[in-house]
Structure formats: structure tokens, C-alpha cells
């Protein structure tokens, strides 16, 4: 009897050890780094409460939860809940590439240049710092560039057409195992360049007629004389 009570008490105890490990694994990021103080971080980084719209789309990442985060041309990042709803976005600073993606149900925004990694907490309060200290081609082929399926739900690029423009713009999709579709986010800079684009067009050629007719009027007055 006091054998199996032992076994019992042994069993439990590991139990909790266990649960309380998998607590502090589920707390820190997996990846190896170490924590920075603040006045050792030299990065700037700021919430915003809310969506960044227009920039290319670098990259995305869905959570096993379904948490996307779209990481945004311009140094910013899109958070968005399971239903696709805008949570809060992360504006930053760096002068290199930035990368996203998920630790369980931390984002993670990877600065290539100086091996950094930013993580927003879920309250949207403060952004820790952490120098990366393992290999960064590991982060990087965390990363989505196309399309990716969680849960049942697939998540995907799709181009999107805009009137008078040569170039596609792309929308971030999100579509269900039923076959509904939900656009997450809208690439829309190509709209604005497009518009330019002509813009630019219809001046070389308004340029380009006021020249033909100063030249028509030079050679007509030459061949008077």
C-alpha cells in the first residue's frame, strides 16, 4: 500500500512539474535570445490603434490559433484576430528587412539586420526587445510569402486588378473550409501608382504636342522666307 502511495505522490509530482514547465515555455519565446534592457534597445517602436492600409505586403503568418499578422512595406506590422478583425498594428524603425511570424501566440518581428526580434505583448502595452542569438535562416523560412492552411482555413495572396495600371496589387485572403471568403488586407499603393503612371503619360504627351506644334510653326515660318 505505502509502495503505491509513493508511485501516486511521485505521479502527481511530475504532473505539476510538467505543467508548471510547459507554463514557462508557453510564457517565452522558443527560439534562442536574450532579453535587451531598455537603454539597450536602440529601436524605436510604437503601437498604433489603427490598420496600416496601402503598403506591399512582405510577408504574412497565422497562428495555430488563426491569428494572422501581416507584416507591411514601411516598417509596420498588422495584427488581426481569428475572424480576420484588426487587433492593433506595430510601427518600428530598422534599416534592413523585417520578417514576421508566430511563437505558439506571440508574434515575433524579426529584424534581419541586427538579429532583433520585437515582441508586442497581448495586452498591446510594450514591446520587448531580444537580441537573436541562433541562426537566421531558421526565422526566415518561418516566414509565408503565399499562401498557407491552419485549422482547415486556407490563407492566401491573390492578385488584385486596378483600373489603368500595368502592375497587380495583391490582397491577403482568408477563405474557409465552407468556401467563404474574407479579404484580410488590401495592398492598394499600386492604385496610387497607376495614377501617377498616367499621370506621368498624359504630361509626356501634352509636352511632346506643345513641342511638334513649335516646331510646325518654326518650320512654317521658314519656308516663307
Known amino acids: 500500500m505505502k509502495k503505491w502511495l509513493n508511485v501516486v505522490l511521485l505521479s502527481v509530482f511530475f504532473a505539476c512539474t510538467m ?13 534562442s535570445g536574450q532579453m535587451l534592457a531598455s ?12 490598420a496600416t492600409n496601402g503598403g506591399c505586403i512582405q510577408s504574412f503568418a497565422v497562428s495555430d490559433e488563426g491569428q494572422i499578422a501581416v507584416c507591411i512595406k514601411g516598417n509596420r506590422v498588422n495584427v488581426y484576430r481569428s475572424d480576420g478583425s484588426f487587433s492593433y498594428a506595430v510601427r ?8 514576421v ?18 515582441l508586442p505583448d497581448e495586452a498591446a502595452q510594450s514591446i520587448s526587445v531580444w537580441k537573436y542569438t541562433g541562426s537566421g535562416s531558421d526565422l526566415l523560412t518561418q516566414t509565408v510569402f503565399t499562401n498557407c492552411a491552419v485549422n482547415g482555413t486556407f490563407y492566401q495572396m491573390l492578385p488584385s486588378d486596378f483600373p489603368l495600371s500595368r502592375s497587380k496589387g495583391y ?7 465552407g ?14 501608382n497607376a495614377v501617377l503612371h498616367w499621370v506621368g503619360i498624359v504630361g509626356a ?9 513649335k516646331n510646325l510653326r518654326i518650320w512654317k515660318d521658314l519656308a516663307h522666307l
Do not use: N
Open 92 to 99: 518600428y524603425v530598422t534599416s534592413g528587412e523585417s520578417r
Open 205 to 213: 504627351c501634352l509636352l511632346a504636342a506643345i513641342g511638334i506644334r
Open 39 to 50: 537603454d539597450e534597445a536602440d529601436v524605436y517602436t510604437e503601437f498604433l490603434a489603427v
Open 179 to 192: 468556401g467563404a471568403q474574407q479579404v484580410i488586407y488590401t495592398d492598394t499603393k499600386d492604385a496610387r
Open 101 to 118: 511570424f508566430w511563437d505558439e501566440e506571440q508574434p515575433v518581428i524579426y529584424l534581419v539586420r541586427g538579429d532583433l526580434c520585437l
Open 171 to 177: 490582397q491577403l485572403v482568408m477563405q474557409t473550409g
Open 19 to 31: 505543467t508548471m514547465l510547459h507554463a514557462a515555455a508557453a510564457s517565452h519565446p522558443s527560439f
